[in-house]
């Protein structure tokens, strides 16, 4: 069946960038997203991007989606200690009723000042 | 409403008891979403409504589990005689459904549930 995997774990230094991977298997997917989840919080969606799209780029963020290789990055450039957080990758993809969302298990980020 | 609201934000209750959760989506979301989050875990899909109607109920765990959609807007999800393992973050989201970056899911800040 469908999945979405993730690191665990990543730990970065103020001001380093950060990138987080994620392969997911299902080729039909139509859309692709990064989900920020801050302790004690829902999620909370940062950026997407359609599955025709090889990179998208938004102020400190950068997604780059080799779909070739089923693999999604998200960089995050001059990390903050504000950026610590649960990172989900999750895909969209067309499902008998309508279209399904899986997530990953989430990156758990910290990051050292 | 501006996002997706939950209530109660936090829930204690005892083994065997029935517990109701409550989802109100954005407005004018025709799709809805049950998520289950257990501590340190990612999310788990329970069950997905377009309108009232839910296409998708694979994901609720048992026949404990149930959730209703009235007038295309709010939901509830009861478990009924919880357990321990019931213990978890319950998550709801909606989305615009309409195709064209309409499944862009938005969440609510969860409810927490806690078993004693």
């Known amino acids: 069946g469908e999945d979405v995997e993730q690191s665990l774990f990543l730990s970065v230094r103020e001001g380093d960038s950060s990138v987080i991977n994620c392969t997911y298997t299902d080729s039909s997917s139509t859309y692709l997203y990064w989900y920020k989840q801050e302790p004690g919080a829902g999620l909370q969606l940062l950026t997407y991007i359609f599955s025709n799209m090889d990179m998208k780029q938004d102020q400190r963020l950068t997604v780059l989606l080799n779909k070739k290789d089923k693999h999604l990055s998200l960089r995050i450039a001059d990390t903050q200690t504000g950026d610590s957080a649960i990172y989900f990758c999750a895909e969209t993809a067309p499902n008998t009723g309508g279209f399904k969302t899986i997530f990953g298990a989430g990156t758990r980020l910290f990051v050292k000042a | 409403g501006a996002g997706v609201s939950q209530s109660p934000s936090n829930k204690v209750t005892e083994k065997g008891k029935d517990v109701e959760l409550r989802c109100d989506p954005i407005?004018?979301?025709?799709?809805l979403y049950w998520y289950r989050q257990s501590l340190g875990q990612g999310l788990e899909f329970l069950i997905y409504f377009q309108g009232n109607s839910a296409p998708d109920k694979s994901g609720l765990p048992s026949d404990r589990f149930s959730a209703e959609r009235t007038g295309g807007s709010v939901s509830t999800l009861t478990i009924q005689r919880t357990q321990q393992e019931d213990s978890a973050v319950y998550l709801c989201a909606s989305s615009w459904d309409a195709g064209g970056g309409g499944e862009t899911q938005y969440f609510g800040p969860g409810t927490r549930l806690l078993v004693l």
């Open positions: 407005s004018g979301h025709t799709a």
